[in-house]
């Protein structure tokens, strides 16, 4: 999802970091949709970075900027272990090592998703930039490993690396994932679309939200922003909106009215609970805010996001 | 030598944990030197735990305390990327696998010696226990990162890992090895034989420091802290000594004479201090007190311990 949008963004602005794109490559394990991009070639390949032998192939054309956003989510991860190790740690790594292995100072800026995800309780009010990274799932995990490599192949002069940690994306568009996060989502999409949509958790959870265009931005900034600026610390924890479930609630129903508000079912599910209420819910982002990183306001701008690039500015009346 | 004297130690006990020990395997890529044990059997294995296959066979006795010491050290780690990632990662990696892959309800005690490595700056005065890891060399990830392991390992089940971060060990004895902390061992223990020793540092250094004996003490601590009193933490910093090096050299004085201070030629080493000036120089290590592990008091009683147990309690007059 956010791949897309990306190169969305990238064939409408035709430039990343103030130059001109010649050519940009999608991989991914399923076929990328592609986006015709009036000013370059877009190529579309099917790989799995996983397998040894794939990242050297995708750096062919040696690209001055990788996006590197490929994941199991959380809640596979959890199921399945081994899979999500041989994805988000094997892939990474496999990714890393094939960039070193070009040499002859090649030093692309590789800009990793990373999630807040990487963090555990117990939480201050606000969490800071230096706060530990101490996961309580194995995606976090995953994602907390795969930023001290990048780190240190940064540190060593093998790369460029900057892993961003992305807020819980809201409104995701189309259909719910296997990610535990997915209902925080489900509960503004559905309704607006005239759906039912089931809710596991009290209304009390309070989590860190940022809109998948806010997404993309983060991700555009990332390549541009100068890496000395960094000061040896790779890894930045983006700015979001930091609401509660009544929150986002008190939005739709500003959006769309009690209709809409009645088309959520609360269905509490003992599993979600035990996962979610572990996750942080505000962060002081000082640093990526100084870097120029920029997200919404309030959950009310994250549903006007949704409602413009997902509904075409404007929410159908099914009642 | 760690490992050699826990061994001795554990000979000397015939007992951890509260537990008879009935059988002891000693793996290491090297030949290690066997120690007699009058209660069980020790067994010598010349093994590499990065190989494939590895660590299973080393597992064929279903050993209920595993303690994994290996480890390239900090200089070579950060020579030869390869080998420290191979050794320090894929050795770890394997290791845990392996247990997991025997199944069954078999979930060993597993201690993991990590370093305060993996901490980098900027240092508040005294790190906490909650202090986040952003290590500034390779060797330093490559703990950081087999912390992370150790922990998500254990909250699946798979074992019951405890990782202790040790302090710099000092006074070590035997030979000059190529951990850029090195020179903290020899200012000591070369002066105390009547040999001149290389200062590469200033004086107004400081670090972290524990003895020999109060490391394997730690390791024989970890073996029987109830780790449900962990609470999912499973990383704990040891407590140690802060010191400069300007108050190593008065301990030595003070355990030796000026004469033997008169040993330390100063040769201020670049490289050397690129590195040691990033290394922290005091913790605040409240949890692993309250676990019960316990360091010495000051630099006197370290020089003491290097006294008594390598010296036979008393230092030669070679004047």
């Not at 794939?54 to 399945?80: K, Q, T, Y």
């Not at 963090?119 to 101490?134: K, L, N, R, V």
């Not at 269905?267 to 870097?291: N, Y």
Request: some cysteine.
């Amino acid at each position: 999802m956010l791949g897309r949008k990306l190169v969305e963004r990238l064939a409408r602005d035709g430039a990343l970091a103030g130059e001109g794109i010649s050519h940009a490559v999608l991989a991914d394990v399923i076929e990328a949709r592609s986006t015709a991009a009036r000013s370059f070639d877009v190529q579309v390949t099917v790989a799995d970075l996983a397998e040894r032998g794939v990242a050297r192939e995708l750096l062919d054309g040696l690209p001055d900027v990788i996006f590197h956003l490929a994941a199991v989510v959380s809640g596979e991860a959890e199921v399945d272990f081994d899979k999500g190790y041989r994805a988000n740690l094997d892939g990474t790594r496999l990714l890393l090592d094939a960039i070193r292995a070009v040499g002859s100072g090649y030093r692309p800026r590789l800009i990793f998703t990373s999630s807040i995800a990487v963090f555990g309780p117990p939480y201050p009010e606000a969490i800071a930039d230096d706060h530990g990274t101490t996961p309580l799932t194995s995606y976090g995990t995953q994602k907390a490993i795969a930023e001290l490599l990048l780190s240190d192949y940064t540190r060593r002069g093998f790369l460029d690396g900057v892993a961003i940690r992305l807020p819980t994306i809201c409104v995701r568009p189309g259909e719910p994932n296997l990610a535990a996060s997915s209902f925080f989502s489900s509960i503004i999409r559905e309704p607006l679309n005239g759906r039912e949509a089931v809710l596991p958790v009290p209304d009390s959870i309070r989590h860190w939200f940022a809109s998948p265009r806010a997404a993309v931005g983060f991700l555009c900034r990332a390549a541009e922003i100068d890496g000395n600026a960094l000061q040896g610390r790779r890894c930045l924890t983006m700015p979001g909106v930091s609401a509660t479930v009544a929150d986002e609630i008190e939005a739709l129903s500003r959006a769309a009215g009690e209709d809409a508000v009645r088309l959520i079912r609360r269905e509490p599910d003992e599993r979600t609970m035990q996962i979610v209420r572990t996750w942080p819910g505000r962060f002081s982002t000082k640093r990526a805010h100084a870097l120029g990183f920029r997200a919404e306001a309030s959950f009310d701008e994250i549903v006007g996001v949704y409602v413009e690039d997902e509904l075409g500015g404007r929410i159908e009346a099914w009642t």
